[in-house]
T-cell receptor, first 113, second 114 residues
Framework: AQTVTQSQPEMSVQEAETVTLSCTYD???????LFWYKQPPSRQMILVIR??????QNATENRFSVNFQKAAKSFSLKISDSQLGDAAMYFC??????????FGKGTRLHILP | GAGVSQSPSNKVTEKGKDVELRCDPI?????LYWYRQSLGQGLEFLIY??????PDKSGLPSDRFSAERTGGSVSTLTIQRTQQEDSAVYLC???WGWGMKTQYFGPGTRLLVL
């Protein structure tokens, strides 16, 4: 069975600094997708970034980038120039094509002014 | 509508009562998913619809849980004889359909069973 592990329940970062959230996953599939979702106090799950496993190039979205290490089954999220609005729960997630999403337990990120 | 909507936003019920939770997906989205987010359990998949059929019901925790989708649009998740352990946030997501399309989430329904 596929699993997603986030080993950091909480993290804090100073505003304008860079922070990296860790994620590892386990799968025997070769074709899959990885995601980072953000959930602010409003409860709305917002897609931050997604990575197709067949792509070697790491995905980037403005201040957000990932370090995808397929052999190590690692998928970390780097947030540059952290802003107060980045404070939220971040979920790492995995999915096969046409399938449900499997989520990690989440990392709560605090931004210190 | 512009996004996935869910109703009610919050629901308080007594143990043993039935509840219905509604999800209105983004117009044109053929795939619809229900997830449950509870303390200590994280986010769990419940059921997936493609059109009106449900090819994957593997996440429904018991036969007290059921869901239907009509007209390829609105979906209703029904919990019969609610128990306190059913208290959670129920999230709905929709996507364009086949292939790995991004799932867009609604704001969720917070259910509290007293």
């Amino acid at each position: 069975a596929q699993t997603v592990t986030q080993s950091q329940p909480e993290m804090s970062v100073q505003e304008a600094e860079t922070v990296t959230l860790s994620c590892t996953y386990d799968t025997s599939e070769s074709d899959y997708y990885l995601f980072w979702y953000k959930q602010p106090p409003s409860r709305q799950m917002i897609l931050v970034i997604r990575q197709e496993a067949y792509k070697q190039q790491n995905a980037t979205e403005n201040r957000f980038s990932v370090n995808f290490q397929k052999a190590a089954k690692s998928f970390s999220l780097k947030i540059s120039d952290s802003q107060l609005g980045d404070a939220a729960m971040y979920f790492c997630a995995y999915s096969r094509r046409d399938d449900k999403i499997i989520f990690g337990k989440g990392t709560r990120l605090h931004i210190l002014p | 509508g512009a996004g996935v909507s869910q109703s009610p936003s919050n629901k308080v019920t007594e143990k043993g009562k039935d509840v219905e939770l509604r999800c209105d997906p983004i117009s044109g989205h053929t795939a619809l998913y229900w997830y449950r987010q509870s303390l200590g359990q994280g986010l769990e998949f419940l059921i997936y619809f493609q059109g009106n059929s449900a090819p994957d019901k593997s996440g429904l925790p018991s036969d007290r849980f059921s869901a239907e989708r009509t007209g390829g649009s609105v979906s209703t998740l029904t919990i019969q004889r609610t128990q306190q352990e059913d208290s959670a946030v129920y999230l709905c997501a929709s996507s364009w359909g086949w292939g790995m399309k991004t799932q867009y989430f609604g704001p969720g329904t917070r259910l509290l069973v007293l």
